[in-house]
């Protein structure tokens, strides 16, 4: 499945309470708007904030909520290499259709240690293994040039999911790789972009809360209306805005959700929730813009 996919994939938020019917809700409202993948306990998903068994009974509710509805990519990434191959293992075995797995972070790694990485997560894996590069949660920016070595030189490697945020190692990804492996683009800003470059997954943040918008950017792309594309973009870039300079981030984000009718609960401890200034700030700004 992963590798004939093309569409949106949402970076998926993490119910804290009712795991399995908040997953269930989560999931439906992203299909019944256009959505056609989830990124599960990725950045957004607050995955490094969830202990290993708990990380693994969100996994199994996404797998069973989505079904045979859409793609499942599993993040497994960890600081220590145990819990990596702990999770892809068990990620492997409940039916995700891939996993992925952040750089390793807290300490910069060079390239050898890196590709030393991922083939054990491809040798523990029975599911295509894709790279995660994220500068601003891995804590070290790594080469363009390093990062297509990794891809070429970790053999089984299925592809990657790029959030670096940098349009020039996104385009050259889709020009060397495209044709052979998962490219996906996981800057909010750049959906378009990725799209004009012949990108065919889109993993979005805020499409875990307006999966309306970003389809629709994508329907508009595609039907050849490139200034419906562009208004769009710019809007999610406004709304993106907005929910950052609310609050700590997952909290802001789960608060908007909720505003949208899916209340899946908090942010995972130690990050806060909005004070009550904050979720009234966001309320009336996201209101002004959405109506």
């Known amino acids: 499945m992963l590798d004939k996919f093309s569409g949106i ?53 996404f ?8 793609l499942v990519i599993v993040h497994t990434g960890a600081s220590d290499m145990e819990t990596v191959i702990d999770l892809t293992r068990h990620a492997s075995k409940i039916g995700a259709h891939a996993v992925a797995a952040v750089f390793p972070f807290y300490y910069r790694y060079d390239l050898e240690s890196l590709v030393r990485f991922y083939r054990k997560v491809v040798e523990e894996s029975s599911v295509p293994v894709l790279a995660y590069n994220n500068p601003s949660v891995q804590g070290y920016m790594v080469p363009p040039q390093a990062v297509e070595l990794l891809l070429e030189k970790v053999e089984g490697i299925a592809g990657i999911k790029d959030s670096s945020g940098y349009p020039e190692l996104l385009l050259s990804l ?3 790789f495209s044709d052979r492996m998962f490219i996906g683009s996981g800057c909010d800003e750049l959906i378009l972009y990725s799209l004009t470059i012949g990108i065919k997954a889109q993993i979005s943040a805020i499409a875990s809360i307006f999966p309306d918008l970003t389809s629709a950017l994508r329907k508009a792309y595609q039907s050849g209306n490139m200034n419906e594309a562009k208004a769009i973009q710019h809007k999610l870039n406004v709304l993106k805005r907005i929910v950052e300079r609310c609050g700590p981030f997952h909290a802001a984000c789960k608060h908007a959700l909720r505003l949208r009718g899916v209340d899946i609960g908090g942010p995972y401890p130690p990050t806060r929730d909005l004070t009550a200034d904050e979720a009234e700030s966001l309320r009336k700004s996201l209101a002004q813009f959405t109506r």
Do not use: C, Q, W, Y
Not at 11 to 19: C, E, F, G, K, R
Not at 20 to 36: T, Y
Not at 63 to 70: D, I, L, M
């Open 174 to 176: 889709s020009r060397t």
């Open 9 to 61: 994939v949402s970076a998926s938020l993490t119910p804290s309470h009712d795991i399995e019917a908040k997953a269930s809700m989560l999931v439906d409202f992203h299909l019944k708007h256009g959505v056609n993948g989830f990124f599960v306990l990725g950045t957004t998903g607050e995955s490094v904030k969830v202990k290993p068994e708990l990380r693994k009974k969100i996994a199994e509710a």
């Open 63 to 70: 797998v069973n909520a989505v079904g045979s509805n859409g």
